[in-house]
């Protein structure tokens, strides 16, 4: 078992003990010839952590919030969603590049969405950051996503902060993060 499973295991049985909407609204695993067309789209395999995520489980729904289970609010993205919103912001930093300001990376791989236009993100180089849709991105936050994962798995577990978010259940089964 790789360590983002490992970190993704701790994550799912505390999904599955306190925030049941929150765990069932997890889609089953992407499959191979998903995870490979999604490659196909943004140019460049997934790192090997995302695929492995992937693997698991293939994003999440956002119904009522339920999918939205990562710290800020952030919800899983499928290997599809992964393509379509990288080609689109791809797309966007091409069309307005002359101005020399980078919005975004075509080596930036999105892997979840807040549904207000910003998201997580990882490089190429397997470092994990935030993605704003106003240019105001950071990348490096954590060295991989199992970094990221066993610290969001911390704070469930421990009923500790991520950053300044809180981990909190509201009355629907939904893992919600508080400020």
């Known amino acids: 078992?790789?360590?983002?499973?490992?970190?993704?295991?701790?994550?799912?049985?505390w999904l599955?003990?306190?925030?049941?909407?929150s765990h069932a609204a997890l889609h089953?695993?992407?499959?191979?010839?998903?995870?490979a067309a999604a490659e196909e789209v943004?140019?460049?395999?997934?790192?090997?952590?995302?695929?492995?995520?992937?693997g698991i489980h293939n994003g999440a729904r956002a119904e009522l919030w339920s999918g939205a289970i990562l710290p800020g609010g952030e919800m899983p993205l499928s290997a599809d969603r992964i393509a379509h919103d990288h080609r689109r912001r791809t797309r966007i930093q091409l069309a307005n590049d002359s101005d020399g300001y980078e919005w975004?990376?075509?080596?930036?791989?999105p892997f979840t969405a807040n549904?207000?236009?910003?998201?997580?993100?990882?490089?190429r180089h397997r470092a994990v950051g935030w993605f704003g849709h106003e240019g105001d991105t950071r990348l490096g936050d954590w060295p991989s996503?199992?970094?990221?994962?066993?610290?969001?798995?911390?704070?469930?577990?421990?009923?500790?902060p991520f950053a300044h978010w809180m981990p909190a259940v509201n009355d629907e089964g939904c893992l919600v993060w508080d400020i």
């Open 42 to 54: 943004i140019g460049f395999p997934f790192p090997e952590d995302l695929a492995a995520l992937l």
């Open 28 to 35: 089953p695993p992407a499959t191979a010839a998903e995870i």
């Open 16 to 21: 599955a003990a306190n925030a049941r909407a």
């Open 115 to 123: 549904g207000c236009g910003d998201g997580m993100i990882l490089d």
């Open 145 to 160: 996503l199992a970094d990221f994962l066993a610290a969001t798995a911390d704070s469930l577990e421990n009923g500790m």
């Open 1 to 13: 078992m790789s360590r983002v499973e490992q970190e993704w295991q701790r994550i799912e049985d």
């Open 104 to 109: 975004w990376s075509p080596s930036w791989v």
